[in-house]
């Protein structure tokens, strides 16, 4: 049976792109288009997903997070980055966190399918700084890998963090005891190497979750 491809972003003009890339390069599969994360893990889990073309920030994700979730619960599913961001560490970071793709939103519509053509064939495919073609290998990230190793509810007790929130404020964004979010304040500094908040949110922005995702308990 022919999977389907999943295409998660907000805009609905990026869709309407990525799908025409899509049909090129998958002709005979079911597409569905999303508009957030949430809907777009409902579909993981519904099952027989070929490809996951995933948008980095849209109205309920904020940045690498949704993609280190979902790499996490989803191994198996091909996701390809279709981001606004320019950096080259989001890409990096992105190659690192287990992403098959990275394609800018700015590609051409050639470059878009060359490089869904590439994953179909199981290789990745990542940028340079804007000439299309594929990066060289890069060394680990380390501080990606140490913000992988962290809970979804660090992480998101780590995002109320960098938005400037307290512990008392974080409690009650959570709905949990104010002595919960110390307590998992003390393991996100264990994991991350750091002593204080400054250093925990100048690695945090590594993953670029400045904005909480939705709500974990």
């Known amino acids: ?25 998958w002709p005979d ?6 508009a957030d994360a949430a809907s777009a893990r409902r579909e993981a889990e519904a099952g027989n997903v070929e490809l996951l073309s995933l948008d980095l920030h849209m109205t309920d994700s904020a940045g690498l997070q949704t993609l280190l979730d979902l790499r996490r619960d989803f191994p198996a599913m091909p996701i390809v980055i279709v981001s606004a961001s320019e950096e080259p560490r989001v890409r ?3 190659k690192e966190l287990g992403a098959s793709a990275f394609i800018p939103k700015t590609a051409s519509l050639p470059v878009m399918r060359e490089a869904l053509a590439a994953v179909r064939e199981g290789d990745i495919w990542f940028p340079d700084d804007g000439t299309g073609a ?10 990606v890998a140490r913000l992988a190793r962290l809970t ?3 992480r998101r007790i780590l995002a109320l963090v960098a938005q400037g929130l307290l512990n008392k404020q974080i409690a ?10 110390k307590a998992h304040m003390t393991a996100i500094f264990r994991r991350l190497g750091v002593v204080n908040r ?13 904005a909480p995702p939705a709500a974990e308990h």
Do not use: N, Y
């Open 134 to 143: 594929e990066v060289e290998e890069t060394a680990p990230d380390d501080d």
């Open 1 to 25: 049976m022919t999977g389907r491809i999943v295409i998660a972003d907000d805009h609905p003009l990026m869709r309407a792109a990525v799908r025409a890339s899509v049909e090129k390069v």
């Open 92 to 94: 990096r970071s992105a």
């Open 172 to 181: 009650h964004e959570m709905q949990i005891s104010e002595a919960t979010v």
């Open 29 to 34: 599969s079911e597409i569905v288009e999303v």
């Open 198 to 210: 400054t250093q925990a949110v100048l690695i945090a922005k590594q993953l670029d979750i400045a």
């Open 152 to 154: 979804p509810a660090q």
